[in-house]
């Protein structure tokens, strides 16, 4: 192996050095338990508190909004089911989602079906999108909650949030959205872009992995779905991660100081590895060109398998994805890429290179070199291909 290059921060990110130095004194000294009253368990408490404080002024939301979980699935699934199993006893069994969620929605949407909730999955279009006036038509008198994904974390489409929680708030209808690819992508705040319930996590902005946050709008009241010693004002059980948070609270503070510049560095060289890559005969962009996240990027080519591509990069050094890391294991074809109307063979065959702050120009122009004749190559031993 030439070279080590990195891509897939859709995935997971590297962990800042001076998030880890933050993290370090809570695994070694300051490792006391936050419920307890001596001096090291206090100190863990505070700890706690001003992360709490550092995200909630990162989403525009009070520090008592801000409830910290284990990542973005945990919260996924707490919004969700918290909201149905309380609002079901006030006769409210709906609930309105995408087709392109993350499978942390989905697949709790499905569990809730099989106990008797009426779950909508909206259709979007050939880029990824869905319309307020959708979720609007979808809205009845049992519908109970709207979740709804910020930016797809296959192909980067950034929906209409603002939008879709105004018509939200209008109707009287919570609205969920998960947040995990957006947070430190684009500008999020809560209160001005009509959010009630909001997962983030820790992994997407070099931050440690195990911890996210749930925002809970003040006024909202869920049902528990861990229950225990009552940590996290009674809402969240279980002993805090204390050094995770720490790490979580200082990524955040780091990732809204560096953003604007983040979001600019990566946006050129996103468009360099754009211009260069769709150069490959029967390329193409799955997703928005304009409205997507910045360093998200997502190819298909014809006639090529992605899993081979992959294999073929990580031979070379490149490590990059063909769609949510999650569920990569998996031999099934995207489903966003299918619901975007895309071929099982164009799905089969994406290639999704997700950019970060450390990603370099000398990176992408390797990608760019390495990747022609891998495709050729592919192609040359595909079935599927025709000169």
Partial sequence: MEKFVYLDNAATT??????????????????GNASTIYSIGRVSRSAIEKSRKQVAAAIGCLPQ???FTSGG?????????????????????????TN?????????CEMLEKQGFEVTYLKVDSDGFV??????EAIKETTCLVTIMYANNEIGTIQPIKDIGKICRDKGVWFHTDAVQALSNVDINVVEQNIDLMS????????????????????????????GGGQERAKRSGTENVYGIVGFGYAIEEAMRDMKEKIKNITNLKNHLIESVLK?????????LKNRLCFNINFSFGSIEGESLLLMLDLKGICASSGSACTSGSLDPSHVLLALGKTHEVAHGSLRISLGKYTTREDIDYLIEVLPPIVDRLREISPLWKD
């Fill in 200 to 227: 983030i996590s820790s992994h997407k902005i070099h931050g440690p992995k195990g911890v996210g946050v749930l925002y809970i709008k003040r006024g909202i009241v869920l049902d528990n779905i861990i229950t």
């Fill in 280 to 288: 490959i005969p029967f390329s193409s962009i799955n997703g928005s």
């Fill in 65 to 67: 909004e801000v409830f």
């Fill in 73 to 97: 699935t945990e919260s996924d699934n707490w919004a969700i089911q918290g909201t149905a199993r309380r609002l079901a006893r006030k006769g409210k069994n709906h609930i309105i989602t």
């Fill in 14 to 31: 590297k962990i800042s050095e001076e998030v880890l130095k933050e993290m370090l004194p809570f695994l070694q000294g300051s490792y």
């Fill in 100 to 108: 392109i969620e993350h499978h942390a929605v989905l697949h709790t």
């Fill in 131 to 136: 319309s307020a006036k959708q979720v609007e």
